[in-house]
């Protein structure tokens, strides 16, 4: 398994395709009932995969599996990825029949609120799936990868787990902790043959951006049009594993404001000066609603 240490390409990554790599893999994923999570259990699956998902949401995972077992072999389990030995049970169950090759931690969800009126339970209800969840999902998975002598983690963070804007303090200070994470855990394990790469996404459509911090779906709310579907990201995020990408950019978005941050800081802020402005629409919105 190659390393490499640094920093993500910006030029777009190839299509997927058809590659070998995810024949006969066992996976997991968290938050596979539907967005991007159950993009990659498709794809992965329609590669040849065995798949195991979960989210918490029973009805909504057991509707995932029934569309996603015409495809091959999955295994579902209802799980909030805020319980740490529930995850580890279900790792440990899915180690007791084969390697844990490639792991997932996807599971999240997103708040748009103004910081002052943000209380630190609404906080802590971002951070408790999006940051705890990803450290519950890895501390579960690196015992049977050292085990094992080798495995893959991908950790979900986000276009905001590197580029700022206001109005999404909690969703940002969680995306920019999975971001730091996975890049500590990177070096930490580099000699033991576990490897960690952390997924940028920009926009994406998903359930996530109708959600409310309750996790309700509004379904009046919709992505931006130039959003990815679940099964193009999916596809970005297998051919970013493929082509050994650390850091794995996924839209056009995300790798614009990428480069601009570091090659054009002032295009960067009037992007996420625009951005702000967007969320601010979203957090009164939302504040109106109750
Ligand atoms: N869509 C985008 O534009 C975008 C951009 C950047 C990053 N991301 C990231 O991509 C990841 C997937 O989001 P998505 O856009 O695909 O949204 P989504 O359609 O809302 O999917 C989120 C998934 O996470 C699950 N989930 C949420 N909280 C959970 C918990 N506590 N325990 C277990 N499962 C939980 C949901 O399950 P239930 O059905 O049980 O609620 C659902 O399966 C998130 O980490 C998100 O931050 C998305």
Redesign the pocket.
Known sequence: MAFQFGYPETKPVGTGGSGPLFSEKRCFV?????????GLAKRLLERGAEVWI????ER??RAAYETLSALGQVHWA?????DADAIARYLDEMAASGPVDYVFA?????AAHSFEKTTRKEFDRVL???LY?VFNTDQAAIPHMLRQGYGHILN?????GYFANGYHSA?ITS?FAVFGLTESLRYEYADRNIRFSVI??????????G?DAE?NIHTERK?PPE?LT?VQ?ADEILAGIEEERNIILVTDTARTSWQKLREAPASADRFAVHYTAANRAVAQYLEQQG
């Open positions: 968290t938050g596979a009932s539907s967005g991007i999570g159950f979960c989210s918490r949401n909504r995972i209802a799980i909030d990825v805020c996807n599971a999240g969800v997103s408790e799936p999006n969840g979900v963070s986000s276009m905001e969703y995306k940028c996404p920009g926009p994406v459509v998903s359930n996530i951006w959600r996790g992505a959003s679940e990201a």
